[in-house]
Every structure is written in structure tokens, then in C-alpha cells.
């Protein structure tokens, strides 16, 4: 098991993430070889339109992301905001 603190963070986590809830502890260490809980300050960009794709797949613990495009008058402009307990990312993992 790699990352210990990890999966006991998921174990805490994992009755309010819709994906993991009725897993047992064992399921869900197969599922997940490698997570990773990082703390975003707020405003701070997770990744941009355009960049090269990570495979993560970012669940929100606490807190909520702001979606956002820039126009062809290369103003920022807001699509959406998810709330905790949503998924974002490349969906492909």
C-alpha cells in the first residue's frame, strides 16, 4: 500500500462520496492505486483550457471550484460552480 494517510483520508471521506459509499475498505484500495488529497488556496488555477490533460480525476472535499472560459474578448467569464462532493477532470481514468 503506498500511500497510507491517503487511504485513511478516503476511509474518513468515503460515506459522502457517492463513488466509493458502499465499498468496503478493501474495494476501495483496489480502485484507487494512487490518490493524492492536495489543498488548493482559494482563487489559485487548478489547470487551464488548452493545457496538456492530466489523468486525475479532482473530487471536491470541502470548499467549491469555479468553472471558467475566456471569450473571444478574452474576458474571464464564469460557466459554473461546483460544490463539494462533485467530480471534475478527465473522466477517462
Do not use: C, H, W
Not at 7 to 33: A, N, P
Not at 81 to 92: P, V
Request: glycine residues 4%.
Amino acid at each position: 500500500m503506498k500511500n497510507l494517510n491517503a487511504i485513511d483520508q478516503l476511509m474518513f471521506y468515503k460515506d459522502k462520496i457517492s463513488l466509493f459509499k458502499d465499498l468496503d475498505e478493501y474495494e476501495i484500495i483496489t480502485l484507487v492505486d494512487d490518490v493524492i488529497f492536495k489543498k488548493y488556496i482559494r482563487f489559485e488555477v487548478i489547470f487551464s483550457e488548452g493545457e496538456q490533460k492530466d489523468d486525475y480525476i479532482y473530487y471536491i472535499a470541502k470548499g467549491s471550484v469555479n468553472i471558467s472560459t475566456r471569450g473571444k474578448d478574452r474576458v474571464l467569464k464564469k460557466i459554473v460552480t461546483l460544490d463539494e462532493t462533485s467530480l471534475i477532470g478527465e473522466m477517462k481514468p
